[in-house]
């Protein structure tokens, strides 16, 4: 996935980098270097390092998942509405938390994703935020990369405009800026809704989070895209993600310097509904990334092979557009394709190994576990192992 500095657009989506009969040599977690067989054998640095044979499989880098709700609601147990999910989040301890989203943290990690995006954005307020945030803190580096983003849901229209305006008061006034001494996310984002009052407040809020340093996401999921998409462009945020609603004539504002767009082709897929369109996008020069979706309660989508494969099959990309979209695109809409996305030198050696011997059969395989390894910073986390009875004695419980 080697190539130009910022996200992929157009043709250049459809540009793996692929080396043939290639290897990469790795020290202190890092890529030193990438290139023909032959050519990284022969050098200096490489005498007396470790081999790993990978003969007839595919390397490539870790996926990198650019949309998930893994923190709320909160994985494990039944949470059949909203006001039960905030309960169980109130009840807990930021502990407890962790060490759910790690059960699924490393089910991600055994398929292939190294980096993950993840969301809170609970509605209980700022304790309860916080709590979220605390264990994200508590996972941030196990068993992959997380990168926590606050997301702002206003109350529902009904509840009236003078409620949103002082949830988005305490959002701009209180808890972006005690997110920003505390250091506990990357990202501020944004459910969008329609209306014109809503859209002040969006605003305030998105230029408030880029005044703390934060990135800025727009979450597009309903109604009123053209104007999502018009805000996003303008505040130039990092990424805008859903749009499976959008309409070819508002297309015009994700050409040329848009933000990244992350789509979630798992989302309609669960749903039965229409997939975003891919195609247009690309033709419009968009830059594509994808993500997961993964909610416990209604996208339990969290293998990113999975999501290549719908965004294959579903929204029409190639395997390399689809690849391109899950690794390097997906690390610049995270802000970290400075040391993700890709196997260059310099960056972290967070590689998978592949039980396929070309790359475009990951476009065509799905709900099915093609990791023979997965490398993160430079260590194997995961090793794919025999199916074998287990001696009862080697049974621990939990």
Same mark, same amino acid.
């Given at each position: *996935?080697?190539?130009?500095?910022?996200?992929?657009?157009?043709?250049f989506?459809?540009?793996?980098?692929?080396?043939?009969?290639?290897?990469?040599?790795?020290r202190?977690?890092?890529?030193?270097?990438?290139?023909?067989?032959?050519?990284? %054998?022969?050098?200096? #640095?490489?005498?007396?390092?470790?081999?790993i044979?990978?003969?007839?499989?595919?390397?490539?880098?870790?996926?990198?998942?650019?949309?998930?709700?893994?923190?709320?609601p909160?994985?494990?147990?039944?949470? /059949?509405?909203?006001?039960? #999910?905030?309960n169980?989040?109130?009840?807990?301890?930021?502990?407890?938390?962790?060490?759910?989203?790690?059960h699924?943290?490393? #089910? *991600?990690?055994?398929?292939?994703?190294?980096?993950? %995006?993840?969301?809170?954005?609970?509605?209980?307020?700022?304790?309860?935020?916080?709590?979220?945030?605390?264990?994200?803190?508590?996972?941030?580096?196990?068993?992959?990369?997380?990168?926590?983003?606050?997301?702002?849901?206003?109350?529902?229209?009904? %509840?009236? /405009?003078?409620?949103?305006?002082a949830?988005?008061? &305490?959002?701009?006034?209180?808890?972006?800026?005690?997110l920003h001494?505390?250091?506990?996310?990357r990202?501020?984002d944004?459910?969008?809704?329609?209306?014109e009052?809503?859209q002040?407040?969006?605003?305030?809020?998105?230029?408030?989070? /880029?005044?703390?340093?934060f990135?800025?996401?727009v979450?597009a999921?309903?109604?009123?895209?053209?104007?999502?998409?018009?805000?996003?462009?303008?505040?130039?945020?990092?990424?805008?993600?859903?749009?499976?609603?959008?309409?070819?004539? %508002?297309?015009? &504002?994700?050409?040329?310097?848009?933000?990244?767009?992350?789509?979630?082709p798992?989302?309609?897929?669960?749903r039965?509904a229409?997939?975003?369109?891919?195609?247009?996008?690309?033709?419009a020069?968009?830059?594509?990334?994808?993500?997961?979706?993964?909610?416990?309660?209604?996208?339990?989508i969290?293998? *990113?092979?999975t999501?290549?494969?719908? #965004?294959?099959?579903? *929204?029409?990309?190639?395997?390399?557009?689809?690849?391109v979209?899950? /690794?390097?695109?997906?690390a610049?809409?995270?802000?970290?394709?400075?040391t993700a996305?890709?196997?260059?030198?310099?960056k972290?050696?967070?590689?998978?190994?592949?039980?396929?011997?070309?790359?475009?059969?990951?476009g065509?395989?799905?709900?099915m576990?093609?990791?023979h390894?997965?490398?993160?910073?430079?260590?194997?986390?995961?090793?794919?192992?025999?199916?074998a009875?287990?001696p009862?004695?080697?049974?621990?419980?939990?």
């Amino acid at each position: *996935m080697r190539g130009p500095r910022e996200a992929r657009r157009g043709s250049f989506l459809n540009e793996p980098g692929l080396i043939a009969d290639g290897s990469v040599l790795i020290r202190d977690g890092l890529v030193q270097e990438v290139g023909p067989t032959r050519r990284v %054998e022969n050098l200096k #640095a490489a005498r007396g390092a470790v081999e790993i044979n990978a003969a007839g499989r595919v390397v490539m880098p870790g996926l990198v998942d650019g949309h998930t709700h893994l923190a709320f609601p909160p994985p494990g147990g039944a949470h /059949t509405d909203a006001a039960s #999910a905030l309960n169980a989040v109130k009840t807990t301890t930021a502990r407890s938390a962790a060490i759910r989203m790690r059960h699924y943290l490393g #089910a *991600m990690a055994r398929h292939g994703t190294t980096t993950v %995006e993840v969301k809170t954005g609970c509605g209980g307020g700022q304790s309860a935020e916080l709590k979220l945030l605390r264990a994200l803190s508590l996972v941030r580096h196990d068993p992959v990369d997380v990168v926590p983003t606050f997301l702002l849901c206003l109350p529902a229209l009904a %509840e009236g /405009t003078a409620r949103a305006e002082a949830v988005g008061a &305490w959002a701009c006034g209180d808890l972006l800026p005690l997110l920003h001494r505390r250091r506990l996310v990357r990202f501020a984002d944004v459910e969008w809704s329609p209306g014109e009052s809503r859209q002040r407040l969006f605003r305030r809020y998105l230029e408030t989070a /880029t005044q703390l340093g934060f990135g800025c996401r727009v979450h597009a999921e309903g109604g009123g895209l053209p104007e999502a998409a018009a805000l996003a462009c303008e505040l130039r945020v990092a990424s805008i993600d859903h749009l499976e609603n959008i309409a070819a004539g %508002e297309l015009r &504002w994700m050409a040329g310097s848009g933000p990244v767009i992350t789509l979630l082709p798992g989302a309609p897929f669960q749903r039965g509904a229409r997939p975003a369109p891919a195609r247009a996008l690309i033709e419009a020069g968009a830059a594509l990334a994808l993500g997961s979706n993964f909610n416990r309660s209604d996208s339990p989508i969290l293998n *990113m092979q999975t999501v290549v494969s719908l #965004a294959c099959r579903e *929204m029409g990309m190639t395997p390399a557009e689809a690849l391109v979209a899950a /690794t390097i695109n997906g690390a610049h809409a995270l802000g970290c394709a400075a040391t993700a996305g890709s196997i260059e030198h310099g960056k972290r050696a967070d590689l998978i190994v592949f039980n396929a011997s070309d790359y475009r059969e990951l476009g065509c395989h799905s709900g099915m576990n093609l990791v023979h390894l997965t490398m993160k910073r430079g260590e194997f986390i995961y090793q794919e192992g025999d199916v074998a009875p287990l001696p009862a004695q080697d049974l621990r419980l939990a």
